[in-house]
Structures are given as structure tokens and as C-alpha cells.
């Protein structure tokens, strides 16, 4: 099977690939919706889909940023995995044309990924909710890790991470761009999502439905696994074997 996967990605003439909380469990993130997973425990008596609500970060900022500052803002003790290292040498290599990803840690970009659209929005911008003034990470980051709640410069209004909280919508704009992409796909990799969580769990049958091949990598069954073309269980294997190959090829 990994030698079928590496003739269809010889034979690709528009590749993408869409992943999600998974690959970042080998880079020793926890995911969201496992057994062990973030959303199994809650935080000081709040189940954290609700610390993660807009409503709930409008009246408690303070909740979201105690749990963000190990979640979030500490992303910097994790590093890219073979997963994303093969991926970013994929683009590299005019293989992968672009990575759509529900994850926000920005692994993909470190990993030395260009063209990646995160579909749950990132941490990468934060707006203040009052005049919408703009601060980066690096500038938020360390007033989390000092334990405050990181207020706007111009006018004290509280600061919010650009990523899609429970009660927003997605940016229509980038759903609609990602399943017009998807469709004219003749290879998607879906890799480490659990492909549960709409809208975006249903983008990959874009490509299935106007004829490109799906390849799934995830640990644990998929509702979309009867479409796929090649189905895998284990991430890093898999992308060990396709490292091994990609590095015998240079």
C-alpha cells in the first residue's frame, strides 16, 4: 500500500492535503476529542468547549488565558514531526500544492510549509474586540505566560486570539476557496482528523465527488473511510516510509 501511495503522489498533478489534530499528537500535543484528550477534563469546574465559547471569553478572558498559556502559548517547546517535515518537502518539491488544516498551532509553518489556510483560524494575529487593533504572538505570549490577561494598548479593550471560538462562524470566504480547491483535486491526503467536526469533516468528498482519489492516514476510523482509496492506521510509519523515500530521491 505505501508503494500504491507513492505512485499516486508521483502521479499527481494537483495534490493537497488536509490535517488535523492528530499529526500534532506525535509532536507531544494532546488532541481535542480522545479518551485522554483536551475536552476529557475540565478546567476549574468548566468543561473547556465552554472555556473556548465567545460568550464565555467575553465575560472570563481570564479562564481562556490560564488554559491557552500551556495549550496555546506554549507552543514553542513543540517542534514539527515527520508528518510535517514530509509534508513542507512535498510543497517543496511541487508535489503539494497547499495544506488546509483544522489544527492552530502552527507546526505546518515551522515545518517550513508555505501555503497553509487554517480553517479554525490561529494564533499567529489577535484583534482587540473593542478597535480591532492588531498584536502577533510573539507580542501576546509572554504577557499569558506572566499570567495576565493581555488588554489593547490603544484603548484597554480585552485582546482576542484570531482563532475561530465555539459560537463563530468560519471565514466563508476560505470554506468556499477550500471546496472549489478541493474539487479540482486528483489527490488529497487526509491525514490525522477524525473528520467528525463540521463543516469542514465533510470537504474532503469534494474530491471524492469530482473524481480525485482520497488517501486517509488516521488512527481511528473515519466516517469518510469507505470513500478512500487507501486507508492507513499509523501516521508515523507511514510518513517514515515516505521520508526514507523522498530522501533516497534527492
Known amino acids: 500500500m505505501i508503494e500504491q501511495l507513492k505512485e499516486l503522489l508521483d502521479s499527481s498533478k494537483h495534490c493537497l492535503v488536509f490535517t488535523g489534530a492528530g499529526i500534532s499528537t506525535l509532536s507531544g500535543i494532546p488532541d481535542f476529542r480522545s479518551s485522554n484528550g483536551v475536552y476529557s477534563n475540565q478546567w476549574h469546574g468548566w468543561d473547556v468547549e465552554e472555556v473556548l465559547s465567545l460568550s464565555c471569553f467575553r465575560q472570563h478572558p481570564e479562564l ?14 513543540y517542534q514539527p ?23 492552530i498551532d502552527m507546526l505546518h509553518q515551522r515545518a517550513g510549509s508555505i501555503n497553509v489556510k487554517e480553517i479554525h ?8 474586540l473593542k478597535c480591532r487593533a492588531e498584536y502577533d504572538y510573539k507580542t501576546i505570549a509572554p ?13 484597554g479593550g480585552i485582546i482576542k486570539p484570531d482563532i475561530i471560538f465555539y459560537e463563530e462562524s468560519l471565514n466563508s470566504d476560505l470554506l468556499d476557496h477550500a471546496v472549489a480547491d478541493l474539487g479540482s483535486a486528483d489527490l488529497l ?15 474532503p468528498m469534494a474530491t471524492y ?35 526514507a523515500w523522498l530522501k533516497k530521491d534527492q
Open 64 to 77: 481562556f488565558y490560564e488554559w491557552g498559556k500551556t495549550f496555546v502559548y506554549g507552543l514553542e517547546k
Open 121 to 128: 483560524g490561529s494564533p499567529s494575529l489577535h484583534h482587540c
Open 209 to 243: 465527488q469530482n473524481g480525485g482519489k482520497i488517501v486517509i492516514v488516521n488512527k481511528q476510523p473515519t466516517p469518510l473511510d469507505k470513500y478512500a482509496a487507501l486507508k492507513f492506521d499509523d501516521l508515523n510509519t507511514v510518513f517514515a516510509e515516505l521520508d
Open 81 to 103: 514531526n515527520v508528518v510535517h517535515l514530509v509534508v513542507a518537502e512535498l510543497e517543496k518539491r511541487g508535489i503539494v500544492s497547499t495544506v488546509y488544516t483544522q489544527n
Open 189 to 203: 491526503l487526509v491525514l490525522g482528523s477524525s473528520l467528525v467536526v463540521q463543516p469542514a469533516a465533510s470537504m
Open 143 to 155: 504577557i499569558v505566560q506572566a499570567d495576565q490577561v493581555p488588554q489593547c494598548r490603544q484603548c
